[in-house]
């Protein structure tokens, strides 16, 4: 078992508590002292941060929404004047106001500590070829996994996404050792691999991150089986750093999360209460080391279920089960979270009224699909034919340019929806 | 090794440490920065019982040790170099690291008094040219390696030191620190400092805290702290309300 960095990572429970706690006290001095929306809420619930004392009254303090930060667009959650700031990101929610994330030079530092002890995790080293298939975008995926796998000072490929051939020639070429991408991706590999003919024995892959999107213990045995390989899932959200808050370690038992920069809470996405470990609920995470972009009490919309029993890895850090639903409206496709509000102000700008419509995801031939079905109400009915065909193709067109990717779009007959879902997810995590 | 939990002080009705947490790990260098009045010093008097605490928690090597008489933690291990080199200026500087080592005498006699004394000569050999001489004709950083010797006389394991380059010349504050560096390996002692010139302080210190009006604001890696803002901020001791200028 390697680690990157065994005095934290195996620290005792003790210790993680004492840091925990000092981290925790600084952040809420430097964010009551820089950040305005954190004063403001602080004061209306009349509490001083000078005044906390125990990690325990970290469930009295409110929590903090995607809401919260993108209303706050672009600069007003920083702790740092813009001028410490080295990098900017935005998420992939796609609100009007998009969610803008600083890193100043030691939070790259702190990024690249954490997204290294992953990659060291799975057994990542200097003699390593990594080739990070994400795309490389406003989103910070592939930059996280590309500053850890060059401070382990393995030799990075940014393939980003798509052209699987070409992927499959810089594999088998370039003597790629590690492949980080989604599980979506990676099929796409192994299907191109097929294609082309290339046999996973002539290939050097030993190991694969994957992320950014749900994938079940299936999929899992078919990526290990298509590239003989083993396939980890990594947690991140761009909010907080991004790849390299939670990992699975090669026990595969649960992810890891760093507890020496989060805190991790499980609550009940209805009551808010904080649920004990083991019960499963919404993923809410504080960040004790952060300083441009601190966070406090923020609600993930995430379900898992937290376990502190040490793990046969003998990583201390807690570990949260692996992550396939959420707890709002919105879904993971393609590594894209679509959110049905923002899907429902593209039909209304495109069609001139906000039909009623539901998203449905499948999988099918190992990809992810998105169907947006709507309910054809008279507003359809035209006088020709083609002027109906018209318009569906320009809302297919519009939603699929705003995400970025594929979706079909499809008219049913009024009343056809049973409930008042407005997502469907068919796809199946075991 | 050391650890504060919630610490809370107060020179008469002025909180002064507002539940300050911090620990120190054994053998580390840990060094304390922020402006005048942050209460840097109130936390090293603290910790070596000289201020007392109003509520809180401080663990030395795992014993509740808050509220302890200053003369015990001594014996327990923790040595104290206070602000401004506290020596006894009409004494020899032979009687002062004697009067340095009185517990030593008090526990092993004066054989093993002599043999701590001719060895804290080897590590400062200044001062055994300077033996028979009033410790008040020394020069500033000769004072300040007295200062030192006298705490470590006391056979400490943790050694707190208080502004050690205080008023000293730029070069000789330089020597000082190595010496600190040096003598913290040879003998794993654990070290937490508390300086002005924090560039020259985290150059040898392992971890670091930054501190603003009796509160904890940053905890950082000794590298990490050199670049962060809010270090540059809370030391020069000027709050900048403004972000967005």
């Known amino acids: 078992m390697t680690y990157w960095n065994e005095r934290t990572e195996c620290m005792d429970r003790e210790a993680v508590c004492q840091l925990q706690l000092e ?4 952040t809420l001095n430097r964010v009551y002292k820089n950040v305005r929306h954190y004063r403001k809420l602080f004061r209306e619930i009349d509490f ?36 410490e700031v080295v990098r900017l990101h935005t998420t992939s929610f796609n609100f009007e106001e998009p969610v803008v994330i600083g890193f100043t030079g030691n939070d790259m530092a702190n990024w690249a500590e954490l997204t290294a002890r992953n990659l060291a995790g799975v057994g990542v080293t200097r003699d390593d070829v990594v080739q990070i298939a994400l795309t490389f975008g406003t989103m910070s ?12 000072g393995s030799s990075v490929i940014p393939m980003s996404a798509g052209k699987y051939k070409e992927q499959v020639k810089v594999m088998r070429d370039f003597k790629t050792s590690v492949l980080v991408s ?33 994938w079940g213990e299936k999929m899992r045995s078919e990526i290990e089986a298509g590239f003989f390989i083993t396939a980890t899932d990594t947690y991140g959200l761009t909010e907080v750093f991004g790849p390299g808050v939670a990992w699975e370690c090669p026990a595969k038992k649960g992810l890891h999360i760093a507890e020496d920069h989060f805190i991790a809470e499980i609550i009940d996405p209805e009551t808010l209460e904080v649920l004990p470990p083991g019960r499963e609920g919404e993923l809410v995470i504080t960040t004790i080391g952060k300083e441009a972009f601190p966070l406090i009490r923020f609600r993930t919309g995430d379900l898992t279920r937290i376990d502190f029993e040490p793990c046969e890895c003998g990583r201390t850090h807690c570990r949260i089960s692996r992550i396939f639903k959420r707890c709002d409206d919105v879904l993971v496709v393609r590594g894209t979270s679509v959110v049905p509000d923002q899907i429902g102000r593209i039909l209304s700008q495109a069609g001139g009224f906000e039909p009623s419509f539901q998203l449905v995801v499948d999988r099918a031939e190992d990809k992810d699909r998105l169907m947006v079905v709507i309910e054809a109400t008279d507003k359809f009915f035209f006088d020709e034919m083609k002027k109906q065909r018209r318009l569906v193709e320009n809302l297919h067109r519009q939603v699929s340019e705003f995400l970025g990717w594929e979706v079909d779009v499809r008219l049913v007959e009024p009343g056809t929806f049973e409930t008042g879902e407005k997502v469907v997810d068919n796809r199946e995590f075991d | 090794m050391l650890r504060l939990i919630n610490v809370n002080c107060y020179y008469g009705l002025v909180r002064v440490l ?3 947490s911090l620990h120190v790990a054994e053998g580390e260098i840990v060094t304390l920065i922020g402006a005048n009045g942050a209460g840097k010093t109130t936390i090293l008097r603290a910790i070596s019982g000289l201020h007392p605490v109003r509520s809180g928690n401080i663990y030395f090597e795992n014993r509740d040790v808050t509220g302890w008489p200053a003369e015990r933690l001594v014996e327990t291990g923790i040595g104290h170099v206070p602000e401004g080199r506290q020596i006894f200026r009409p004494m020899s500087v032979h009687d002062n690291l004697e009067l340095g080592g009185h517990l030593v005498y008090k526990h092993y006699g004066r054989k093993r008094l002599k043999s701590e004394i001719s060895e804290v000569f080897d590590m400062f050999p200044v001062l055994h040219q300077r033996r028979n001489q009033y410790a008040g004709t020394l020069s500033g950083g000769e004072q300040q390696m007295l200062a030192i010797a006298m705490a470590l006389m006391a056979g400490p394991r943790m050694l707190l030191l208080d502004e050690p380059s205080m008023g000293l010349a730029p070069m000789i504050a330089r020597d000082i620190f190595s010496r600190i560096a040096g003598f913290q390996q040879e003998r794993k002692l654990t070290v ?3 300086e002005q010139n924090a560039r020259a302080a985290l150059a040898i210190s392992h971890r670091g805290y930054v501190m ?5 604001l940053v905890e950082e890696e000794a590298g990490a702290l050199l670049s962060n803002p809010e270090v540059k901020r809370a030391y020069l001791g000027r709050e900048r309300r403004e972000i967005w200028e």
């Open chain 1, 23 to 26: 981290g925790l006290q600084a």
């Open chain 1, 48 to 83: 001083m941060p000078e005044d906390f004392t125990s990690l325990d009254m970290l469930k009295n303090l409110p929590f903090l929404t995607r809401r919260d930060l993108s209303r706050n667009y672009p600069y007003d959650m920083f702790a740092v004047p813009l001028r």
């Open chain 1, 141 to 152: 995926g592939p930059f996280g996994i590309q500053l850890g796998a060059e401070l382990i």
């Open chain 1, 182 to 214: 989604t599980p979506t991706v990676a099929l796409g590999l192994i299907q191109a691999m097929e294609d082309l003919g290339v046999d996973p024995n002539s290939l050097t892959l030993k190991c694969g991150l994957f992320g950014a999107e749900p």
């Open chain 2, 18 to 20: 507002k539940n300050v």
């Open chain 2, 192 to 194: 937490l400092l508390i």
């Open chain 2, 212 to 216: 603003e009006t009796g509160r904890i």
